[in-house]
């Protein structure tokens, strides 16, 4: 085996050959023996073969070999070294680069910072050179790699493909990115999913109408809408809801979301009651309900539409209380009983729901001659007139609390609770008052409260606000109702959820295993 002295001795002969290296055949094969040194003969190896490996092409595959092997040393700083001279191999033999690729992208598991980094930058080196291949190479290990390796380079490709620019990622490249994602979307687990989407919707290819559709197509498959919802299955749950957080930012007027409200008018919304949290402090019931109110805005029509709205309003029913005994004969009242507790971000997602598909169903709630709907709008009323003088009391109470106070003044958390509490309610409010109409009305536009707006009021006005007044990203949730001296309804004292907020696209839950998500594709 070579010495230091001696690999510099063939490092000159072949240097000083230069165009004939190629007939010093004895001294690049000990050079490539010296990997077998030690550390000092290593480093220096892998640097003579990189720089010599192209006059010497019926030494390619040992060569290949041997450099790989340094890349797996025991030694960082061997590893370090072999690793910035791999993609020089690549541009003297790019028929190697997949399979370099591949190795490069085991390497993205080590703990070494400042070796990650360089795994990294000659990935991305590789890629420049030869995207498809070194992607071919990277999928490879996705797919067939352990669970690490795999991670790490999801992670890789959802961080620097989209720092590549669009003369690398070609409209055919995306297109082969997107097969090779489905094939790993058969069998993912839930970060590797949200990951997938990340890689997904930055592609050019998606941007399009035709695009969005195909990327909510993906995601309606991934949900595994052909399977019945489990209120009690964490992960079934985990997985609808992930599924639909990702989708509802693709739905339009021209994109749909007709597959997922179809399931979770069916399927999910019976069942809500027993839709159990995910994590503590979380409020799943609510992030399930907001997502149905986001999709009814995007839904042009559903089959079985009455059977559809039956359902939800089994929902409306659950957290909109018909009046108490005492409440109904009010003189009777001595105004000594619990009044229900209100969920009124429950409500507010519920009754936009029902005001946004009853306008395609008109009959559901007005049928004169139909014994069946004339007791459903009876009971209905009794619902709403008393959720409304619940609403309007607390709409009274939040206005007394907020008059006159500057927005540099209403940067508190109790004060941002509380202009979200005031336009969820009054959202509810205007709905009712539609829903009131003989016939029901349908014409009232509200803005759903969690959505963002550009700008916050400067006070709550004592007037009754307009349908745009305070807008601001609200946290509402739950509220319970105290007792008054009269019977009718108490202001709630209980807080709103700071869960109430929406989720950003991307963001989604823990991991639970690969199991849940399987096969979905």
Sequence with gaps: MATLEELYQYYEVLSDAKDKAGEHEAGFLAIIASVKGDAKEKRLASQLISRFFKYFPQHMEKAMNAQLDLCEDEDVNIRKQAIKDLPSICKESPENLPRIADVLTQLLQTDDSTEHNLVQIALLNLMRSDIKGALQGIFTQIINGDDTVREKAIKFLSVRLKSLGEDLVSAKIEEFIVEESKKVLQDVTADEFLMFMTILSGLKCMQTLVGRQHLVDIISQQAGFDSDFEAQ?????????????????????????????????????????????????????????????????????????????????????????????????????????????????????????????????????????????????????????????????????????????????????????????????????????????????????????????????????????????????????????????????????????????????????????????????
């Design 233 to 521: 299955d964490s992960d079934c749950v985990d997985r609808i809801v992930s599924c639909t957080q990702q989708a509802i930012p693709m739905f339009s007027k021209n994109v749909h979301s007709t597959k997922f409200m179809s399931y979770y008018m069916d399927q999910v919304v019976g069942k809500i009651a027993s839709v159990a949290n995910m994590e503590e402090g979380e409020d799943t019931k609510l992030e399930v309900l907001k997502q149905l109110a986001d999709m009814a805005q995007w839904c042009p029509e559903l089959e079985n539409l009455p059977g559809k709205l039956a359902n939800l309003y089994t929902a409306i029913k659950e957290y909109m209380p018909i009046p108490p005994p005492e409440v109904v004969d009010v003189e009777k009242s001595e105004g000594t009983s619990e009044a229900p507790a209100l969920q009124f971000s429950y409500v507010e997602c519920l009754l936009f729901t029902l005001h946004h598909l009853g306008k395609k169903c008109p009959e559901f709630l007005s049928a004169a001659d139909n014994a069946e709907v004339t007791e459903r709008m009876k009971d209905f009323k009794m619902r709403l007139q008393y959720f409304a003088r619940g609403v309007a009391s607390y709409i009274k109470q939040l206005k007394t609390d907020l008059q006159g106070k500057k927005p540099e003044k209403l940067q508190s958390d109790e004060d941002k609770v509380k202009l979200a509490a005031y336009k969820t309610t009054t959202n509810i409010q205007q709905i009712i008052k539609d829903l009131m109409h003989v016939p029901p009305s349908y014409k009232v536009q509200v803005k759903l409260s969690w959505k963002p707006a550009a700008a916050e009021p400067a006070a709550v006005a004592t007037k009754r606000p307009s349908l745009d007044s305070n807008k601001t990203t609200p946290k509402a949730a739950k509220v319970g109702a105290a007792h008054m001296d009269r019977v009718m309804y108490a202001p709630p004292t209980g807080k709103f959820s700071s869960k109430a907020g929406s989720a950003p696209v991307g963001a989604g839950r823990r991991g639970r295993g690969r199991g849940a998500w399987r096969g979905r594709y």
